[in-house]
């Protein structure tokens, strides 16, 4: 009965979206796209504020603001099976019934559970970039086709339906991703990819299946970029956005910001390339001290994260900024409640089968090749991360590593975590050792910065009260 009530609710979500697609050219998008936020209040509820429902329809109503032309370029430029695809794996199953289902998990299960996996299907990397480990590597550590289908099964059946890969570079197994989108028709795929691989015909299969999207690294212009990637990668990855976009395929980009690249990332200059190649978002991670050969003077300094903080959301304000929707890891922990880590939003699995806490921490105590999911989740350190989550009350210092190493180091030893990085063992008290300083420094701009912009919690906090 509920799994009849379940393709009987995805059913009226499709027909909804369809009614979005068939009326795009009939001036009607409006009263369908309200349509839409009707039928989800309806079935979310409180889940979701009145606020934001309430701020969806008035922003939906208004079609000359900056995020509803967003909206309607997206709709005009998408491949339409995509578009569908991705609203309802992404939007239905993921967000709505996926959301659902996991809140109802953590309660039976008295563990976290994430709303989407990262997994890494190899360690092989096509290029050799400056400063990484994975070309060196090569083919020697990766993820099974059936572990990482017994990781999706496992993980659809506490709500999971959101899986994104990393690497090495996923791409290498594209066979394989294509097979596995192939396979869980009903979950969203999402790969980060330096983009040199993508093709028409992997374009072709990704059009076929609807289901997988990809985040582009660049970390800025065409010197940056190929001094550390090698000669001629960024005419590649431009190469590849395009085609991307000629396609009607959902992209978007990864950039890691360091005391080297902050200005070049966040220019006008940047932010317009990316808009001009068709990249509809993204993701900017700040550049963490992992692993033994790190250089922490690579971190942007305080001043240089405070700007980007101010920054990003200004590019992405109602007004003015830019046309692409950015979300920065590090400086928007006000918007998911601190640290999402430990399983409490998502988790890392890498490709020796290690279910660790964060792609940033190495470390953990519970492998997929040996347990189960639900028993990987509930391992001691993300036990640890549960019951000391939020890590601190200013969400702008949210990481048990970088902002509060003493909760990392304590955690790790309490617990009785191994590292897990594929290079090098990592003693959790040299990574900690390195942010340390850091920490001290950030706490005062971000205390003041707190200050002026208090946090208030609004919707649903997943992590254990106090």
């Known amino acids: 009965m509920a799994h009849?009530?379940?393709?009987?609710?995805?059913?009226?979500?499709?027909?909804?979206?369809?009614?979005?697609?068939?009326?795009?050219?009939?001036?009607?998008?409006?009263?369908?796209?309200?349509q839409l936020v009707d039928l989800t209040q309806a079935f979310m509820g409180d889940h979701f504020t009145?606020?934001?429902?309430?701020?969806?329809?008035?922003?939906?109503?208004?079609?000359?603001?900056?995020?509803?032309?967003?909206?309607?370029r997206l709709l005009d430029e998408t491949d339409p099976h995509v578009a569908k695809m991705t609203a309802l794996n992404l939007g239905f199953q993921a967000a709505f019934l996926g959301t659902k289902t996991i809140r109802r998990m953590r309660e039976v299960h008295s563990c976290n559970i994430p709303w989407l996996i990262l997994m890494d299907p190899t360690s092989a990397c096509n290029l050799h970039c400056t400063g990484c480990w994975a070309a060196e590597y090569g083919n020697k550590l990766n993820l099974?086709?059936?572990?990482?289908?017994?990781?999706?099964?496992?993980g659809k059946e506490l709500g999971i339906y959101f899986y994104m890969m990393t690497g090495g570079e996923p791409l290498v197994r594209k066979a394989d991703i294509i097979r596995l989108c192939e396979k869980h028709q009903e979950c969203a795929f999402h790969c980060y990819t330096n983009g040199t691989l993508v093709n028409q015909a992997f374009c072709d299969e990704m059009k076929r299946v609807g289901n997988l999207s990809l985040s582009i690294s660049l970390e800025g212009f065409e010197e940056a970029n190929d001094f550390r990637r090698g000669g001629g990668v960024y005419e590649?990855?431009?190469?590849?956005?395009?085609?991307?976009?000629?396609?009607?395929?959902?992209?978007?980009?990864?950039?890691?910001?360091?005391?080297?690249?902050?200005?070049?990332?966040t220019s006008d200059e940047f932010f317009d390339l990316l808009i001009a190649h068709g990249s509809r978002f993204a993701w900017y991670f700040h550049l963490m001290p992992v692993g033994m050969k790190a250089v922490p003077d690579l971190m942007p300094t305080a001043e240089q994260r405070e700007y980007i903080y101010h920054r990003i959301r200004e590019v992405r304000a109602k007004e003015g900024g830019k046309e692409i929707f950015v979300m920065d890891f590090q400086n928007d922990g006000e918007f998911v409640g601190g640290c999402i880590a430990g399983g409490r939003n998502y988790c890392h699995i890498?490709?020796?089968?290690?279910?660790?806490?964060?792609?940033?921490?190495?470390?953990s105590g519970a492998n997929i090749r040996e347990k189960s999911l639900l028993e990987c989740l509930k391992q001691p350190l993300f036990m640890a991360y549960r019951d000391n989550q939020p890590f601190n009350k200013n969400m702008l210092r949210p990481c048990p590593m970088l902002e509060n190493p003493e909760f990392l180091q304590r955690m790790v030893n309490e617990s009785g975590a191994h590292s897990t990085d594929v290079e090098e063992t990592e003693p959790v008290e040299h990574l900690c050792g390195k942010c340390m300083g850091y920490a001290a420094e950030w706490q005062k701009t971000a205390d003041r910065l707190w200050e002026e912009h208090p946090y208030e919690q609004r919707g649903y906090t997943n992590f254990k009260k106090k």
């Not at 086709?145 to 496992?154: A, H, L, R, W, Y």
């Not at 890498?350 to 470390?363: R, S």
Request: net charge negative; hydrophobic share 35%; with cysteine.
């Open 236 to 265: 590649k990855v431009l190469c590849a956005m395009d085609l991307l976009h000629e396609n009607g395929l959902l992209f978007g980009n990864s950039v890691c910001y360091t005391a080297k690249n902050m200005e070049a990332v």
């Open 50 to 72: 009145q606020e934001a429902y309430d701020g969806t329809r008035a922003m939906i109503q208004d079609p000359d603001s900056k995020w509803m032309r967003y909206v309607n």
């Open 350 to 363: 890498n490709p020796k089968g290690d279910v660790e806490p964060c792609v940033f921490i190495h470390y």
């Open 144 to 154: 099974s086709f059936e572990e990482m289908d017994g990781i999706v099964t496992q």
């Open 4 to 34: 009849f009530e379940k393709t009987l609710e995805r059913k009226a979500f499709r027909i909804a979206i369809d009614g979005v697609q068939r009326y795009a050219k009939r001036g009607d998008r409006e009263k369908n796209l309200l």
